[in-house]
């Protein structure tokens, strides 16, 4: 099967979420009577833990999940809330602390769970103006960690595989609405680790055509789970406008800054 790319505008940011759900659905269970292990890299994150909640919620148990986080832009508290909204047992939702350019540990816990058939590749830095920053880290955790995986589940026949890329993989768009076969044009260390991860996937694919990937490029979600008990909470100083707005909601902060005073609108500013 060749790699598949999904280019995903999420103003409803949990279309994406059904989107996982569904092609979990059609991929990766190969019989419905029979639990499948999916391991979620970055699961305890935004995305992540929306789509462990979406996966837990397959009707008949289909799913068990393996998460894998180091917890460095989120917390172990996201989890917890999704085995409190799904009502499923801790046994369906196993957490592990492990960043995946540690093999000693990530090996340690592919074998722990030796059933797990099928990846969900979250985990990574995203700040885009931090990886013009500090780019070494960037390729070092994005491109390093995913080669890591790669070949920790390429080992066991792992091969089923969704990776979460980016918008960002089309830089400056030629033309509104981007479509998918727009030009790749990278703009920034973070956009580009995210297209040379996506490259990485298609030679795997080329050299091995026993890989089935997918592969999700999307812009900026936003939102939160209907009940208000997960959603993006980043730790530290948010990296885009959508947390800063929500934490002046709840009192976190006491004001939004709304920078810039030479756009073309009627005050000046660019809203």
Known sequence: MKVSHIPLNLRAFLSSIVLLSQYAT?????????QRT???????????????LELLKIPDDLYKVVVID?????????????????????????????????RQTLTKILNEFPEIDSCIHFAGLKAVGESVAK?????????????SLL????KRDIKRFVFSSSATVYGEPEYLPIREGARLQATNPYGRTKLFIEEILRDCHASDDTWNTLILRYFNPIGAHSSGRIGEDPQGIPNNLMPFIAQVCVGRRQELSVFGDDYDTPDGTGT
């Open 135 to 147: 780019p070494l880290m960037y390729y070092d955790c994005n491109i390093g960690g995913t080669v």
């Open 151 to 154: 070949e920790e589940l390429g």
């Open 70 to 102: 180091n917890f460095d832009n989120s917390s172990e508290e996201s989890l917890k809330r999704v085995i409190e909204l799904v009502g499923c047992s801790k046994e369906r939702l196993q957490i592990r602390t492990c960043d995946i350019r540690d």
């Open 26 to 34: 059609s991929i990766f269970a190969l019989a419905s009577s029979v």
């Open 38 to 52: 999916v391991l979620v890299t970055g699961g305890a994150g935004y995305i992540g833990s929306h789509t462990c």
